[in-house]
């Protein structure tokens, strides 16, 4: 995570920020390194809990607006620990927003294309790590980074998500059959250009 890098020669980092991590210190720089996973860990559980009793687009709405807040709170930290609670956050919101996109595949996408959606995904880490790696080594400020290519792309996403996207029909069924139509059937069209390709009775 270059983030944390001790270079002082072209960039800011939080180990410049708000280093030396030296001596008694220098334990400090790899505890914060870990809080992304000990956020992941929170948020795979919290997940787990709520993403069958809740639904999946709650889970994944609530997931991005805590992904955004860390992030956020990360850009403008003026502490140390105020930038490590952000990190824990994000770490939370992101990596369970990543698992629940792969439930959205499962249970949404048709066989056929959810092998090419799921290379996307991965496609788009790979390339989105290249770039932020790039940008980061162009202008040489870590917060500017984390709002350019991960607070506002997290608030678009919420919005996104939030306001259109529907919660899958395997979760659905459990509340109404008529929402759950709804999504199938709107599923149907995007994939296959059908009008109302089920019915009640297909339920």
């Known amino acids: 995570m270059t983030y944390f890098t001790k270079n002082k020669e072209k960039i800011q980092s939080i180990a410049t920020d708000y280093g030396p991590?030296?001596?008694?210190?220098?334990?400090l720089l790899d505890m914060i390194k870990s809080f992304p996973y000990f956020g992941s860990l929170i948020g795979f559980i919290l997940a787990a809990l709520t993403s069958d009793k809740m639904g999946r687009k709650?889970?994944?709405s609530v997931s991005l607006a805590i992904a955004t807040l860390g992030s956020l709170l990360m850009s403008i930290g003026f502490n140390l620990w105020?930038?490590?609670?952000?990190?824990?956050m994000a770490g939370a919101g992101i990596n369970v927003c990543s698992a629940?996109?792969?439930v959205y595949l499962g249970e949404v996408v048709?066989?056929?294309k959810r092998q090419k959606y799921s290379i996307l995904i991965q496609i788009s880490y790979t390339l989105g790590t290249m770039f932020l790696t790039g940008l980061?080594?162009?202008?040489?400020?870590?917060?500017?980074?984390?709002?350019i290519l991960q607070t506002i792309p997290l608030a678009i996403?919420?919005?996104?998500?939030?306001?259109?996207?529907e919660d899958t029909p395997l979760y659905l069924l459990k509340l109404s059959n008529e929402?759950?139509?709804?999504?199938?059937?709107?599923?149907?069209?995007?994939?296959?250009g059908i009008k109302d390709i089920l019915t009640e009775k297909d339920l």
Do not use: H, P
């Open 179 to 192: 929402k759950a139509l709804k999504v199938f059937n709107r599923i149907g069209y995007i994939n296959y």
């Open 21 to 27: 991590f030296i001596c008694e210190d220098e334990y």
């Open 136 to 147: 980061y080594y162009l202008t040489g400020q870590w917060r500017i980074n984390t709002i």
């Open 157 to 165: 996403t919420f919005f996104f998500f939030t306001f259109y996207v």
């Open 82 to 88: 105020m930038i490590s609670i952000g990190v824990i």
């Open 58 to 60: 709650l889970t994944m």
């Open 110 to 112: 048709e066989t056929v």
């Open 100 to 102: 629940i996109c792969f």
